[in-house]
């Protein structure tokens, strides 16, 4: 997977509180302003029959995107180039959606890239595919075999 | 990293909310033709000021996706086409037949208005609206007094006539427009948005409407008017 699309998914799909808490972290370290406020609204969502069929419409839903430009504060009182987030969050979830856009153009800060994945990114996927395999395994523990007779019509 | 060269400014301060007080302000306008009406909100200016501040709040307001946008070759630059695709995610029109919203920014060199789209017959919605950058100051050159008459505009029906002046316009305009007149009900419709600030402090931008219905001739001795507060 691209770089930056893991990065957003794996903010997108990171709890809230932890995105706060780094932001509040780094907080005096960068300024931004909106592009485009958080705002929801519903997106419709596409599939593909099979796979590679014909494009059908799914459902619609609740989406929250934002969008920000970035500045880091230097040392020497000069700001960095400004870098623009995006994110795009389920559910409505505006502030959500602003942090996870902070952090997105965070990302693309040169010096802040590799700090932040690996305390932050890294964290965050380690955690959610624990959880994945959590449930993976509760759902295991339920699992039934069934074994039906053949009845040969289909032959 | 795809970090984009091109710097998007902000829209609307309240998106939904400013963008609806501009869409009134051109139902207002187009429903009272040859009066001024103000631009009650106004997005951050870009830095090529070819694209006015009125033209984007117009832009912001009226275009979607669905809406395939032209620019002439004044108002279009890359950062304007970046901002609006980025705000309206409108796509771009490669002729001026093809568009359902026209902005124009250098009046004087713009197609003539038969190149737009005037609908068709089972569709006459499907026509062009053109959004026209004029200099409404009286001292304006080349400005002369026009008089408007038709649907919305105040006695009408007893042959008033509403005069208005607009600077900047080609000389073919007022003819033409005639012509657009007679395709009713296909046909064009024109905004003409004000390209300074009238007022000072609090900026402000008034835009006049003209719908296909209205019947324009040089003035006579009709009295300007405006909603502008």
């Not at chain 1, 099979?50 to 619609?60: A, D, I, T, V, W």
């Not at chain 1, 890294?122 to 959880?131: C, D, G, H, T, V």
């Not at chain 2, 919605?125 to 505009?153: F, H």
């Amino acid at each position: 997977m691209l770089q930056r699309k893991r990065r957003m998914a794996a903010l997108a799909l990171a709890d809230e509180a932890a995105l706060e808490e780094a932001a509040t972290r780094l907080a005096a370290s960068f300024s931004y302003t909106f592009l485009r406020r958080p705002e929801a609204g519903l997106l419709m969502v596409e599939g593909r029959a099979g796979n590679s069929g014909q494009r059908f419409n799914l459902g619609e839903m609740l989406v929250t995107r934002c969008v920000v430009r970035l500045q880091q504060k230097r040392q020497n009182g000069q700001d960095s180039a400004a870098t623009e987030g995006y994110s795009f969050i389920q559910g409505n979830r505006p502030r959500h959606a602003e942090l996870a856009a902070v952090f997105d153009a965070l990302l693309q800060q040169e010096d802040q890239a590799e700090d932040l994945e690996r305390s932050l990114i890294e964290p965050l996927a380690a955690k959610r595919s624990e959880a994945l395999q959590k449930g993976a395994e509760k759902t295991a523990t339920t699992r039934v075999d069934f074994f039906t007779l053949v009845r040969g019509e289909d032959a | 990293m795809s970090t984009l060269s091109i710097a998007t400014a902000p829209g609307f301060a309240r998106p939904v909310d400013d963008a609806q007080a501009v869409f009134r302000a051109v139902l207002q306008a187009l429903s009272r033709p040859g009066m001024f009406v103000c631009l009650p909100a106004l997005p951050p200016s870009l830095a090529r000021d070819e694209m006015t501040q009125g033209m984007l709040a117009l832009a912001l307001a009226l275009c979607d996706q669905d809406s395939p946008l032209w620019l002439d070759s004044a108002a279009d630059s890359p950062q304007t086409r970046h901002h609006l695709r980025f705000h309206c995610a409108s796509p771009f029109a490669a002729a001026p037949e093809q568009a359902a919203f026209a902005f124009i920014s250098r009046p004087e060199s713009m197609p003539r208005l038969s190149a737009f789209h005037a609908g068709r017959a089972d569709f006459p919605d499907r026509s062009a609206t053109l959004v026209i950058r004029v200099d409404c100051s009286a001292e304006a050159p080349e400005s002369e007094v026009m008089e408007v008459t038709g649907p919305g505009v105040k006695g009408n029906e007893r042959g008033i006539w509403q005069a208005f002046r607009l600077g900047g316009l080609p000389a073919w305009f007022w003819t033409d427009w005639r012509d657009n007149q007679a395709l009713y009900p296909l046909g064009v419709d024109v905004i003409f948005v004000e390209s300074a600030n009238s007022g000072q402090g609090a900026p402000s931008v008034r835009i006049l409407g003209l719908p296909r219905t209205a019947r324009v001739r040089k003035a006579v001795n009709a009295k300007e008017g405006s909603l502008c507060m």
